[in-house]
């Protein structure tokens, strides 16, 4: 189904591509042998279970609904990363989980240091070398995440 807006443009990410990356998340994570029933997602997220069901039929089938992007963001903080992960992509961005406290300043920078020092003695010949990649994955993430805490936690402050 084609989107069209006043400017006989059409967005990025298609509404139908969302819906069928959000469907298969919730395949995913929800139902039968999964890791959370729709019982417990329905009650820890406020979204009813109904809602849940239609947005894992198929997109053609008459019954189901899209989720609303408050439904879709309450799933999403009762799951986790992992379940932002299967839809977010579309945007080119993944998800990564906060902190429920702050992190203590002394111990951020530390973590950091320690980090970069990693990628400093890996770097000291010039090349990383196949062993060194695989740390350097582990490192180069942990990096990420602690970045992507400091700017969401200067949001955090700003609001």
Known sequence: MAEINS???SPLISSDAL???TRAAL???IGRGRRF???QVAKASGVDGWRIDAAKLPL???NFRA???N???SIAAVIGPDFTNEWLPLAAQGAFTLPDDEPEPGDFAADNTDDNAKVVRAAVDGRFDANERKDLSVVGSAMVARGAQLVALGKRRAA
């Open 71 to 73: 439904m879709r963001l």
């Open 37 to 39: 029933s729709v019982a």
């Open 27 to 29: 395949m995913l994570f």
């Open 19 to 21: 819906n069928e990356a």
């Open 60 to 62: 053609d089938n008459e």
């Open 67 to 69: 989720l609303p992007d």
């Open 7 to 9: 400017a006989s443009i």
